[in-house]
Nanobody, 127 residues
Framework: QVQLVESGGGLVQAGDSLRLSCAASGRTLREMSLGWFRQIPGKERDFVAA????????FYASSVKGRFTISRDNTKNTVYLQMNSLKPEDTAVYYCAATPRTWIMSALYEDHNYDYWGQGTPVTVSS
């Protein structure tokens, strides 16, 4: 069983940076594609970023491209989301997700294609 534990969320001001971490246990992240999603209460969970297992390519939602960076450290079995130039509209609970299955790029934008999820870490950006 894979367990994912996020950390690093908090309250920041617009323009600040945060780095979210997602530590995995039970399986090496090298074997999995990884994603970050976010959710505002009462709304659907939205794709933020992903990195594919097969080629380590990275993909981003248009709303965060150029500001957020997804990366993984296989030695620490951890995936990160570096968030720069934060905006109030980035306020949400952020979740990391993982899947060992092989997916085409477009599939990694869909939360139902992931098998494992963390508990979420809240990010609040004040204006």
């Amino acid at each position: 069983q894979v367990q994912l534990v996020e950390s690093g969320g908090g309250l920041v001001q617009a323009g600040d940076s945060l780095r979210l971490s997602c530590a995995a246990s039970g399986r090496t992240l090298r074997e999995m594609s990884l994603g970050w999603f976010r959710q505002i209460p009462g709304k659907e969970r939205d794709f933020v970023a992903a990195t594919r297992r097969s080629d380590s390519n990275t993909f981003y939602a248009s709303s965060v491209k150029g500001r957020f960076t997804i990366s993984r450290d296989n030695t620490k079995n951890t995936v990160y989301l570096q968030m720069n130039s934060l905006k109030p509209e980035d306020t949400a609970v952020y979740y990391c997700a993982a899947t060992p299955r092989t997916w085409i790029m477009s599939a990694l934008y869909e939360d139902h294609n992931y098998d494992y999820w963390g508990q979420g870490t809240p990010v609040t950006v004040s204006s």
